[in-house]
């Protein structure tokens, strides 16, 4: 079976594509929804003068807020209704997820399979509209005291952002879950690389705009660009790579037949934590540094001189950077696999690693493992994002080139194509099972 799938996989051409009617159809609903995210993004909240925001955003544009209108696809700069973006609904599923391993009520939930699910899932969309709620308040109020940004503040305008806001999250939420179910790949994903790459043609232009006057010199430039290819190979090989565990099933007996001992392999990701290590870290150590610039210099000397401190490329910021990747790193590792509830899935198929004792003793093993590998994926985290990280900041070159932007375009592209295939896999074997059915009749 598995070399008939890899001959199919290397089979794999445009012309089984062409025929591939639901895929191309799920591919267009993609794209159309994709259309519809991208159009709100340039709907602008009502209220507002957009050139006073403008260049209120440009004095911020190097802290948390030009961070997260990375992850919006421009809509924070313009200030749109999709402006809060997807974000809630991660910070909603991250803490559920939390969640699940401190509640017995959750984790019951969690091991109760489709139904579970469904229930955590709902727990979640409860807590995104909290989130969006809170959130969306708290941005109205920010823009209230940024300058003359607001028309005519007061309660009504508070209201009216917070409502649409939290409106154009649901929204969001709702299309990604569309995508997934109706789509190709994992739609909330899609939303967020589609926001990241629609915006990196501008984010070009922009350097090379700066070259030409004078800002960026030609070398530095074509130095960011080959930094940039190397930054994608590499992640490629490191998202691709794993350590696989060698699953032994004895011989067993159904009936009158007896069926031989089988081998499989436990895969274990080198980065198991994805995105969420920096993500998480650039957000905690960008916040101060956005809180002091939208106090214009006001508040104790010593929040002064952390902030200062804290600044891109900064030694501080660098060292904090690193450890909150290490640190993210692992926390999120062990929150996403458990090798306890592995081992006792195992040993309830009657799997084992050779030369381990099934139960606690292969849970301590798979955990050995795993720590091992996770040093390895951490210090591949922080090399992919601290180097952008310096060029950032040392030759001012957009955020669209950072490591986490890198990091999130390939690994969801990956994700997606990796879909397409099986689309494309499964088309070709009904293919061959219809005329392998059409052989049987006619010898018949």
């Known amino acids: 079976m598995a070399s008939a799938a890899e001959q199919l996989a290397a089979n794999l051409n445009f012309g089984a ?69 997807i974000m809630p609904y991660i910070s909603a599923s991250i803490i559920i997820q939390l969640l699940t391993t401190v509640s017995p009520q959750l984790e019951a939930l969690k091991k109760e399979g489709e139904a579970g699910r469904k229930m955590l899932n709902q727990y979640t969309r409860y807590l995104t509209v909290i989130l969006a709620a809170v959130q969306s308040y708290g941005i109205a109020v920010g823009l209230e005291g940024a300058g003359n940004v607001v028309a005519d503040p007061g309660l009504f305008f508070r209201l009216s952002t917070a409502i649409t806001l939290t409106g154009g999250t649901m929204f969001l939420m709702w299309l990604g879950e569309q995508i997934t179910s109706r789509g190709i790949g994992n739609g909330i994903s899609l939303i967020i690389l589609s926001g990241i790459v629609a915006e990196l043609p501008s984010a070009l232009a922009n350097m090379l705009e700066l070259g030409r006057q004078g800002a960026l010199s030609t070398g530095l430039i074509l130095i960011v660009i080959v930094m940039a290819v190397a930054v994608i190979a590499f992640i490629v090989f490191m998202e691709r790579a794993q350590r696989r565990l060698l699953i032994q099933y004895p011989k067993r007996q159904v009936g009158n037949k007896m069926f031989e001992g089988q081998s499989s392999h436990l895969p274990l990701k080198l980065n198991t934590s994805g995105v969420i290590p920096p993500i998480f870290a650039s957000s905690l150590l960008l916040l101060p540094t956005t809180v002091a ?46 090798p306890t509830e592995t081992a006792d899935n195992l040993k309830k198929h009657g799997g084992f690693i050779p030369g381990i004792r099934p139960g606690e003793r292969t849970a301590e093993y798979i955990d050995y493992v795993l720590s091992r590998i996770t040093v390895l994926g951490a210090i591949y985290l922080a090399i992919v994002c601290l180097i952008p990280e310096i060029l950032i900041s040392y030759a ?49």
């Open 396 to 444: 001012s070159v957009p955020f669209y080139f950072g490591g986490t932007s890198l990091l999130i375009v390939v690994s969801v592209t990956m994700d997606t194509v990796a879909q397409v295939q099986g689309y494309l896999l499964a088309h070709q074997y009904e293919g061959l099972i219809r005329k392998s059915k059409l052989r049987g009749r006619r010898r018949g």
């Open 293 to 338: 610039n939208f106090n214009a210099g006001k508040g104790p000397e010593w929040f002064q001189w952390i902030t200062t401190q804290l600044g891109h490329g900064r030694p501080l910021f660098l060292v904090l950077y690193l450890a909150l990747i290490l640190f993210f790193a692992f926390f999120y590792t062990a929150i996403v696999f458990n």
């Open 17 to 85: 594509f062409a025929k591939a009617d639901e895929l191309k159809k799920r591919i267009w609903f993609t794209l159309g929804a994709l259309l519809v995210y991208r159009l709100g993004t340039y709907i602008p909240l009502p209220g507002i003068d957009p050139n006073i925001w403008d260049s209120v955003f440009r004095t911020q544009a190097g802290g948390i807020l030009g961070m997260f209108n990375m992850f919006a696809g421009g809509g924070i700069h313009r200030m749109a209704i999709f402006a809060l973006n």
